[in-house]
Structure formats: structure tokens, C-alpha cells
């Protein structure tokens, strides 16, 4: 077993404690938070679990060999830097950093201490993002001609960053494991509705060198929780729906089947529409396959799937993206 802590136990940290506390293959010691309330909760929950609130004690325990590090982003580098000098494999939440500096330093550390580290953009475990990733390798809807992605919510507004830093995190990290490249250009425009200076909706769009265009929508100010992915290709099209329980891809058959000039300036479409294909998916919980894949990492020495240097390509497009947003939507150009 691996023994292992856990700091940040308030929004998402109770999951992965979940996750370590029913896989016998953990042995979960230490859970760290600041919030009284948070460890209370843990200890009536969890029996057996050590609950602190300095970071230290975990940082100094050498029986610890593994930390997931669940805190809010701006605590995240000095954590990581902790865990990583004192030989803990390491496993951060996303966004990884909030510059890249701060993760390629990081990242020298891991490698210098030939530890694994590993950044939690879950998508790319889920059995759905991973089918898709299948489907687009295999050519299978032709060239992708643009992908349109809908992230919202009536959310949590958060204060350590803007929605881009929040949610968009996950459609780039996701994007750029589909398509296997990255952006020639990126522009962002939002606003700040209900707190000032921190944007709650924005729109990202980003241009590859493969001619795609990706828009991204992202708010926490909707009626209703939204999580789609569209990819329109030259022969079908992908409509991914994250919060379908049963039917999570459809596949549809439909496209232009020809186009012919009729007379000038004046064309004739001709459209096809097929049938509607819905893969059959694993019900693996994502979160179950990514922290079995750490576990693989630090028992085999395999590279994490998001490492390190994976993470740190969603951080400098985020970064970008917030700069666009800053200077009121201007197309930043990315030299490649």
C-alpha cells in the first residue's frame, strides 16, 4: 500500500479522500485543512484518518511516499514545491500553477527527483473523452472543421480567480489531447456581472494550424447546468453531453454531400443525414482511473498522462486567455 495524505479537504478534496479511503491499494493517513468544520466532518466519516491543519507535519513524516495537494490556486505552487523537496510523489488539482514559471520549476524538481507529478485534468481518464479521442485518431468524422464547447452553471463564484481560471481549464486540457496540437491565436471577451473585476462569463476562441476553430463559452451565472462539446466534421459530427447519465455520445451521420455551381455566384447543397450512433461506454468513475494511474506511476515509474508539462500547456493558454480578456478581447497571435 501507498501511504498518503491529502491537503485541501473542502470542495473537491472530500472526493479524492473517498476515492483513497475505498482502494486498498492506499493507505490514506493525513487529511489537511485549515477549516476546522471541513476536518470534523472527516473524522465522524472517515475513522482511522489522522486530521491536521499544518501541512508540515505531512511535508516532515517520512513514512508518507504520495500527497494530493486540493487547495485553492493560489496555494498551489508553494505546496507542490514542499512536497516535491521532501520526496513525495505529487499529485496537484487543476489548474495546475498560475504562471508558467512557477511550473516549469516544478517540473525541473520532479524530474530532478525522479518523482512523479502528476496534475488532475480528469476529462482526459473519462471514458467518454477518451472514446472521442478514439474516434478523431481513427478519422472517423472526417476533418474537423470547428469544435463548440458549453461549460455553464448558476455557480460557485470563486474568489481566487476568473471563470477562465476555473472552468476553461478543463475544455483546453481536453481540447489539446483530442486534436494533439496548439493554438496559432487566441481571443477572449467577458464581463464581470455580479462581482467586480472577477469575469464570471467569457468566451475563448481559439484557431489551430490544422484550420479548426474551438469556441469555448464558460460562466457561473446560467439557469442551468450546461456540459457540451460539439465537433463538426467533414463526413459526421460528435455531440459529447457530459451530464447524460445513459448517453453520453452521439455520433450523427449528417454532412454536405455535395456542392455543385449551378450558375454563377449560385450554389446547389446537397445534404445527407444518416443514422445516429451512441457508443457503448464504460461506467468507470473517472476520478477511480485517474488516481489508479497515479498509483500505476508511482508503483512503475510510468509518466503521468497530464504530468507536469502537460498541465503546463493549459496554464500558458489560460494565462493567454486572461490577457486577451484584460485588454478587451485582442487577438493574441502565438508564434509556433
Given at each position: 500500500?501507498?501511504?498518503?495524505?491529502?491537503?485541501?479537504?473542502?470542495y473537491?478534496?472530500?472526493?479524492?479522500?473517498?476515492?483513497?479511503?475505498?482502494?486498498?491499494r492506499?493507505?490514506?493517513k493525513?487529511?489537511?485543512?485549515?477549516?476546522?468544520?471541513?476536518?470534523?466532518?472527516?473524522?465522524?466519516?472517515?475513522?482511522?484518518i489522522?486530521?491536521?491543519?499544518?501541512?508540515?507535519?505531512?511535508?516532515?513524516?517520512?513514512?508518507i511516499?504520495?500527497?494530493?495537494?486540493?487547495?485553492?490556486?493560489?496555494?498551489?505552487?508553494?505546496?507542490?514545491?514542499?512536497?516535491?523537496?521532501a520526496?513525495?510523489?505529487?499529485?496537484?488539482?487543476?489548474?495546475?500553477?498560475?504562471?508558467?514559471?512557477?511550473?516549469?520549476?516544478l517540473?525541473?524538481?520532479?524530474?530532478?527527483?525522479?518523482?512523479?507529478?502528476?496534475?488532475?485534468?480528469?476529462?482526459?481518464?473519462?471514458?467518454?473523452?477518451?472514446?472521442?479521442?478514439?474516434?478523431?485518431?481513427?478519422?472517423?468524422?472526417?476533418?474537423?472543421?470547428?469544435?463548440?464547447?458549453?461549460?455553464v452553471?448558476?455557480?460557485?463564484?470563486?474568489?481566487d480567480?476568473?471563470?477562465?481560471?476555473?472552468?476553461?481549464?478543463?475544455d483546453?486540457?481536453?481540447?489539446?489531447?483530442?486534436?494533439?496540437?496548439?493554438?496559432?491565436?487566441?481571443?477572449?471577451?467577458?464581463?464581470?456581472?455580479?462581482?467586480?473585476?472577477?469575469?464570471?462569463?467569457?468566451?475563448?476562441?481559439?484557431?489551430?494550424?490544422?484550420?479548426?476553430?474551438?469556441?469555448?463559452?464558460?460562466?457561473?451565472?446560467?439557469p442551468?447546468?450546461?456540459?457540451?462539446?460539439?465537433?463538426?466534421?467533414?463526413?459526421?459530427?460528435?455531440?459529447?453531453n457530459?451530464?447524460?447519465?445513459?448517453e453520453?455520445?452521439?455520433?450523427?451521420?449528417?454532412?454536405?454531400?455535395?456542392?455543385?455551381?449551378?450558375?454563377?455566384?449560385?450554389?446547389?447543397?446537397?445534404?445527407?443525414?444518416?443514422?445516429?450512433?451512441?457508443?457503448?461506454?464504460?461506467?468507470?468513475?473517472?476520478?477511480?482511473k485517474?488516481?489508479?494511474h497515479?498509483?500505476?506511476c508511482?508503483?512503475?515509474?510510468?509518466?503521468?498522462?497530464?504530468?507536469?508539462?502537460?498541465?503546463?500547456?493549459?496554464?500558458?493558454?489560460?494565462?493567454?486567455?486572461?490577457?486577451?480578456?484584460?485588454?478587451?478581447?485582442?487577438?493574441?497571435?502565438?508564434?509556433?
Amino acid at each position: 500500500m501507498i501511504k498518503s495524505a491529502v491537503i485541501g479537504c473542502g470542495y473537491w478534496g472530500p472526493n479524492i479522500i473517498r476515492v483513497l479511503h475505498e482502494d486498498s491499494r492506499w493507505d490514506l493517513k493525513y487529511c489537511c485543512d485549515l477549516n476546522s468544520q471541513n476536518l470534523e466532518r472527516l473524522s465522524i466519516q472517515y475513522s482511522g484518518i489522522e486530521t491536521i491543519q499544518d501541512s508540515e507535519v505531512i511535508f516532515n513524516d517520512p513514512t508518507i511516499q504520495a500527497v494530493f495537494i486540493v487547495t485553492p490556486l493560489p496555494s498551489h505552487y508553494l505546496l507542490a514545491k514542499k512536497s516535491l523537496s521532501a520526496k513525495k510523489a505529487t499529485f496537484v488539482e487543476k489548474p495546475f500553477v498560475g504562471h508558467v514559471e512557477e511550473g516549469k520549476e516544478l517540473v525541473k524538481l520532479a524530474k530532478k527527483n525522479n518523482l512523479p507529478l502528476m496534475v488532475g485534468h480528469i476529462f482526459e481518464y473519462a471514458p467518454a473523452v477518451v472514446k472521442i479521442k478514439e474516434l478523431l485518431d481513427k478519422n472517423e468524422i472526417g476533418s474537423v472543421y470547428y469544435i463548440s464547447s458549453t461549460r455553464v452553471n448558476l455557480g460557485i463564484h470563486r474568489g481566487d480567480g476568473s471563470v477562465i481560471w476555473d472552468l476553461a481549464s478543463h475544455d483546453l486540457g481536453t481540447i489539446f489531447y483530442w486534436l494533439g496540437e496548439e493554438p496559432i491565436s487566441i481571443q477572449a471577451v467577458g464581463k464581470a456581472s455580479i462581482i467586480k473585476e472577477n469575469p464570471d462569463i467569457a468566451f475563448v476562441t481559439l484557431r489551430f494550424p490544422s484550420d479548426i476553430l474551438v469556441n469555448i463559452q464558460v460562466s457561473w451565472l446560467a439557469p442551468s447546468k450546461l456540459r457540451d462539446i460539439v465537433i463538426v466534421g467533414s463526413q459526421k459530427m460528435i455531440v459529447y453531453n457530459d451530464t447524460d447519465p445513459f448517453e453520453k455520445i452521439k455520433i450523427f451521420d449528417k454532412g454536405i454531400a455535395s456542392l455543385n455551381h449551378s450558375s454563377f455566384r449560385e450554389f446547389q447543397l446537397s445534404y445527407r443525414t444518416g443514422d445516429i450512433a451512441i457508443p457503448v461506454l464504460s461506467n468507470t468513475e473517472p476520478l477511480k482511473k485517474e488516481i489508479a494511474h497515479f498509483h500505476r506511476c508511482i508503483e512503475n515509474g510510468e509518466t503521468p498522462k497530464t504530468d507536469g508539462n502537460a498541465a503546463l500547456r493549459v496554464v500558458k493558454y489560460l494565462g493567454l486567455a486572461e490577457q486577451s480578456l484584460q485588454n478587451g478581447g485582442k487577438v493574441i497571435q502565438i508564434s509556433t
